[in-house]
């Protein structure tokens, strides 16, 4: 059975860091490009980041870019992300997600989320 | 970044009856070599992750009751529930995977008349 479970989420001073897990199993983790989507309290959906199977290609959304660091480990099945600068707007439920498919389809496959509180 | 605009923000439609939700993208999401519309839909329910329901514009997932379909081409697009179920009450998201960042649209509220 596949599975993404969230860690790391937080209450955190503005300005401070946190870095988030997703472990990953049931898959061949090493297959698939990841994704952190986000989601505030009674809000939309954000896409944050995705990371390419090795880790040599990532990319950012506007709102977090040069803050936020995505990153993989793919001997311990496990993705991150390295938030830094938090700001009160980054308080959001932090998922991770990807497509099982060869394209990006869509994301079939979610975690549960994890909680960020951004807040003094 | 391609901007999605969804239609309506909320919208409330009696059990058994046809429920619509638009989707708009800011630029085409055709993609012309495969010619396919990298457009998806998810449902989400409280506390849950969303769920994929469609990709490509119109490919129902699998488990996914086949009163859900998706159709549209290029800009415009639309989720179709046919005879709208108590358990559908859910945010609708469009997202489009044509290029990154995967925009989302802001979501549609359905709810039971």
């Known amino acids: 059975e596949v599975q993404l479970v969230e860690s790391g989420g937080d209450l955190v001073q503005p300005g401070g860091s946190l870095r988030l897990s997703c472990a990953a199993s049931?898959?061949?983790?090493?297959?698939?490009?990841m994704h952190w989507v986000r989601q505030a309290p009674g809000k939309g959906l954000v896409w944050v980041s995705r990371?390419?199977?090795?880790?040599?290609?990532?990319s950012y959304a506007d709102s977090v870019k040069g803050r936020f660091t995505i990153s993989r480990d793919n001997a311990k099945n496990t993705l991150y992300l390295q938030m830094n600068s938090l700001r009160a707007e980054d308080s959001a439920v932090y998922y991770c997600?990807?497509?099982?498919?060869?394209?990006?389809?869509?994301?079939?496959?979610w975690g549960q989320g994890t909680l960020v509180t951004v807040s003094s | 970044d391609i901007v999605m605009t969804q239609s309506p923000d909320s919208l409330a439609v009696s059990l058994g009856e046809r429920a619509a939700i638009n989707c708009k993208s800011s630029q085409s999401v055709l993609y012309s070599s495969n010619n396919k519309n990298y457009l998806a839909w998810y449902q989400q329910k409280p506390g849950q992750p969303p769920k994929l329901l469609i990709s490509w514009a119109s490919t129902r997932e699998s488990g996914v009751p086949d009163r859900f379909s998706g159709s549209g081409s290029g800009t415009d697009f639309t989720l179709t529930i046919s005879s709208l179920q108590a358990e559908d009450v859910a945010v609708y998201y469009c997202?489009?995977?044509?290029?990154?960042?995967?925009?989302f649209g802001q979501g549609t509220k359905l709810e039971i008349k």
């Open positions: 990371i390419s199977t090795d880790g040599s290609s990532t």
């Open positions: 997600a990807f497509y099982t498919a060869t394209l990006p389809q869509g994301f079939d496959c």
């Open positions: 049931g898959f061949t983790f090493s297959r698939y490009w």
């Open positions: 997202q489009q995977c044509y290029t990154t960042p995967y925009t």
